[in-house]
């Protein structure tokens, strides 16, 4: 399952999604070297997510298939949702200030959790050992 706490141990082509995505480079900086934590607690349908980095500390709760607001650590707005496809998590959010579409899935594989992004073309990841 999702549920634990899980801490980042690696990521691959986070700069460039950053960059596709606007992110400017003080913040792309600190970005990269976030040490970002989540903690993931699903009931069901239900899932709360706390996320702390030393960029901020931040938790929400959404259900699967119903539509939320997040701000992004870089403070960007989005909408959206996640869904659950077999063991994958997939996220559809859309950016509120230019209506672009941000995807994100989360899996696990060999007991890390991974992240995968995409923006407009460029793909991401991020790979988290559970604490
Ligand atoms: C959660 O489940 O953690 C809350 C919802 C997350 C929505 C979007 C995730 C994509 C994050 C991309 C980070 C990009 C920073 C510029």
Not at 26 to 45: C, F, M, P, S, Y
Not at 106 to 114: C, H, K, N
């Amino acid at each position: 399952s999702f549920n634990g706490t899980w801490k980042i141990d690696r990521s691959e082509n986070y700069v460039k999604f950053m960059e596709q995505m606007g992110v400017n480079l003080v913040k792309r900086k600190v970005a990269e070297h976030d040490n970002l934590k989540i903690t993931i607690e699903q009931n069901g349908d239900k899932f709360h997510v706390k996320e702390s980095s030393t960029l901020r500390t931040k938790e929400v709760d959404f259900t699967l298939g119903v539509p939320f607001d997040y701000t992004l650590a870089d403070g960007t707005e989005v909408s959206g949702a996640w869904e659950m496809e077999g063991d994958m998590m997939k996220g559809k959010f859309t950016r509120k200030d230019n209506n672009k579409l941000l995807t994100t899935t989360r899996t696990l594989v060999g007991g890390e959790l991974v992240q995968s992004y995409n923006y407009e073309g460029v793909d991401a990841k991020r790979i988290f050992k559970k604490q």
